[in-house]
């Protein structure tokens, strides 16, 4: 497969090394958050461009800075493909502006003979896992990573993958689901819709939120990594999940009448 040029530096974050590492530094330290690197199973953060939801991201990644991981695995649904199953890159690396992340292959390729592989088309042009990269280098430092995206609605098979990846993953590995909230609402909508998206997941119920998706109760555009995520996270035994942060767009954007919610989440095993 050979390595995955980055598709959105310069739109999504800085393309300038030095810019974006300072970038990243700032959010992660702006964020207050003390890490917790050994008891975080799996972190859920946004991936709109950096103005937006960078300061929100920061807030999950503090949480693992200095985790010392075999890989990590991020979880994402594609904006532009729709298809059944999964597409799991499976060799090479990502690049980003910060040089390149390798693709953990035998992993990646145990993975895919379970639970099967569409191919790589659907990566190719995507953002929702290659803005989390830039995080992923400057807290963890050179990593394995096993990219995967789904293409259609959550379902139970999405939970069986799920936890399928956990029955492979190593206890210090990371499993990162990347995801905004609802889209386009005004900011008092908005508000309210992601307040009852975040209280379901907390409740660590997938159940809620694929049911509550059907009933325009929960939204998240990446949906269904978020249950193939917490089917995993909750295999894994972790028992602490804790919200850092929330805001929309408005805060940056300045227009309250559409805006997109972002949110930062963690899955802990208990102290």
């Not at 991936?47 to 990590?72: D, E, I, L, N």
């Not at 659907?122 to 280098?137: A, M, N, R, T």
């Amino acid at each position: 497969m050979g390595t995955r040029h980055a598709a959105v530096a310069g739109q999504f974050y800085p393309a300038r090394a030095a810019a974006l590492r300072e970038t990243v530094e700032t959010y992660v330290k702006e964020s207050g958050v003390d890490a917790a690197p050994e008891r975080t199973l799996g972190i859920l953060v946004p991936h709109a461009g950096y103005v937006y939801s960078g300061p929100t991201a920061g807030h999950a990644f503090a949480r693992v800075r200095g985790k010392k991981v075999q890989r990590v695995v991020l979880l994402g649904r594609s904006h532009r493909y729709q298809f059944e199953g999964v597409s799991i890159y499976t060799s090479g690396a990502f690049e980003t502006p910060l040089g390149a992340l390798t693709i953990d292959e035998a992993f990646a390729r145990e993975l895919a003979a379970r639970i099967g592989n569409t191919g790589l088309e659907p990566h190719l042009p995507e953002h929702g896992l290659e803005v989390e990269l830039p995080f992923l280098q400057v807290v963890l430092g050179e990593v394995a990573i096993v990219p995967v995206l789904f293409g259609s609605d959550p379902g139970h098979w999405h939970v069986k993958a799920g936890e399928t990846l956990a029955e492979m993953m190593a206890p210090e590995d990371l499993v990162l689901v990347s995801t905004d909230l609802s889209h386009y609402l005004n900011e008092d909508a908005a508000n309210a819709l992601d307040e009852g998206t975040l209280r379901t997941l907390l409740a660590k119920d997938w159940h809620a939120m694929v049911e509550g998706e059907r009933q325009g109760a929960c939204s998240m555009c990446g949906m269904t990594a978020v249950v193939a995520g917490m089917a995993c996270a909750l295999k894994r035994g972790a028992e602490d999940w804790r919200m850092w942060d929330y805001r929309t767009s408005a805060q940056a954007s300045g227009d309250f009448s559409r805006v997109v919610g972002y949110g930062a989440v963690t899955m802990e095993r208990a102290a």
